[in-house]
C-alpha cells in the first residue's frame, strides 16, 4: 500500500513540509483536484492537532505515509503520543450560533467531510489516522 513516506518533528513550522509532501503525492498518483485540496484540509487540520495535542510532555515525530491503487488514494499518519483517538470526538452542534458554540470540534468535521473514508487504530504505541479517497469512476 504505502508508495512513499515522510517523517518530521511534530511542530507547526514543519506544516509545510507535511502539506508539500502530501500534495506531491496526491499530483503522482492523479488525484482529482477537488479531492486533493480536501484532502490537504483535512492533513493539515489533523497535523496541528498532533502538534498541539499529542505531546504534552515535550516534542515528538510524526510520519506520513501516501499510496494506494487504481480505485483509492491512502494516507496514514501517524504519531508516538498520546493515545488519543481524535474520531471519538462528537461532531459540533453547527445550528447553533457561532458565539454559543463550544470551541473546538471542526477540524474532526472537516476530516470526516473531506475524505470518504477516516478511521483511526492504536498500534505499537502509534496512533495512526488513516484517510482514504475514493477516486472519480469516469
Sequence with gaps: MVS???QCGATVENL??????????????????K????????????FVNICTYAYPGGEGE???ACGGDSD??????ADNGSPFDVL????????????EREIGGLG??????????ASYRRENGRN???LVLKRDVK
Excluded at 479531492?35 to 489533523?46: I, R, S, T, Y
Design 72 to 77: 483509492t488514494f491512502v494516507l496514514e499518519i
Design 62 to 64: 510524526v510520519e506520513l
Design 108 to 117: 474532526v468535521c472537516l476530516i470526516r467531510k473531506l475524505t470518504d473514508d
Design 16 to 33: 509545510h513540509l507535511v502539506t508539500g509532501f502530501v500534495e506531491a503525492c496526491a499530483d503522482r498518483s492523479a488525484l482529482e483536484t
Design 88 to 99: 471519538s470526538l462528537p461532531a459540533p452542534d453547527t445550528a447553533l450560533d457561532i458565539m
Design 35 to 46: 479531492k486533493k485540496f480536501g484532502l490537504l484540509v483535512a492533513v493539515e487540520e489533523a
Design 128 to 130: 495512526i489516522l488513516r
Design 4 to 6: 512513499d513516506k515522510i
